[in-house]
């Protein structure tokens, strides 16, 4: 397992861009596979993004598909959440993973190795 720890998260106004960091804390991100759940109030956590550990290969959930970009910078040990044209329904927390195994989609929380605290986005309308 890794320590994660994001960041970027804040309120935005809808139509606006937020970029979200989140960052290796005891060990590097080089071998693992990283991506990014999210929790709305009174709803389940669930998939958005991933990322495979070499940074050729990333899926999307297709709420979020065409108006966000997940990179990493291993060299770094840092992944990003680029978060375009938000909605109201954006709105939740952002929680970064680290997991072994790559999926090539979706995939449920239950498959995720290691989670981050989370970072909270408010999208305004």
């Known amino acids: 397992q890794v320590q994660l720890v994001e960041s970027g998260g804040g309120l935005v106004q809808a139509g606006g861009s937020l970029r979200l960091s989140c960052a290796a804390s005891?060990?590097?991100?080089?071998?693992?596979?990283m991506g990014w759940f999210r929790q709305a109030p009174g709803k389940e956590r669930e998939f958005v993004a991933t990322i495979s550990w070499s940074g050729g290969s990333t899926y999307y959930a297709d709420a979020v598909k065409g108006r966000f970009t997940i990179s990493r910078d291993n060299a770094k040990n840092t992944v990003y959440l680029q978060m375009n044209s938000l909605k109201p329904e954006d709105t939740a927390v952002y929680y970064c993973t680290a997991s072994l195994s790559w999926y090539g989609g979706p995939f449920p929380a239950e498959a995720v190795g290691s989670w981050g605290q989370g970072t909270q986005v408010i999208v305004s309308s």
């Open positions: 005891g060990r590097t991100l080089s071998r693992y596979n």
